[in-house]
């Protein structure tokens, strides 16, 4: 089986923090270390935008809107990539959702984060 499965959204207050993880499980175990990994997110009404990437070789890539509050990282061991989102804002709220890019792009279900004012 093919997949990834985010977990850790929740419903937090502006200010606070969380850490979004993204495993990657079945076939997409070789995929996961050669492929880049990244986060989009969807906000009801709105365009699925990226949010971060990461290469195999660990460069990243973030959107101007999150830029020194997001870091994605990977632990390759783990088969494991991560979002930690620190000084969340309302307009963070959305379904974010990984995936891994490549000539077949493979998505996550996604995971709900909500940020209240």
């Known amino acids: 089986q093919v997949q990834l499965v985010e977990s850790g959204g929740g419903l937090v207050q502006a200010g606070e923090s969380l850490r979004l993880t993204c495993a990657a499980s079945?076939?997409?175990?070789?995929?996961?270390?050669?492929?880049?990994m990244g986060w989009y997110r969807q906000a009801p009404g709105k365009q699925r935008e990226l949010v971060a990437t990461i290469t195999r070789g660990g460069n990243t890539n973030y959107a101007d809107s999150v830029k020194g509050r997001f870091t994605i990282s990977r632990d390759s061991a783990k088969n494991t990539v991560y979002l930690q989102m620190n000084s969340l804002k309302p307009e963070d709220t959305a379904v974010y959702y990984c995936?891994?890019?490549?000539?077949?792009?493979?998505w996550g279900q996604g995971t709900q984060v909500t940020v209240s004012s």
């Open positions: 995936i891994n890019r490549g000539p077949t792009d493979y």
């Open positions: 079945g076939s997409i175990f070789e995929l996961f270390r050669i492929n880049t």
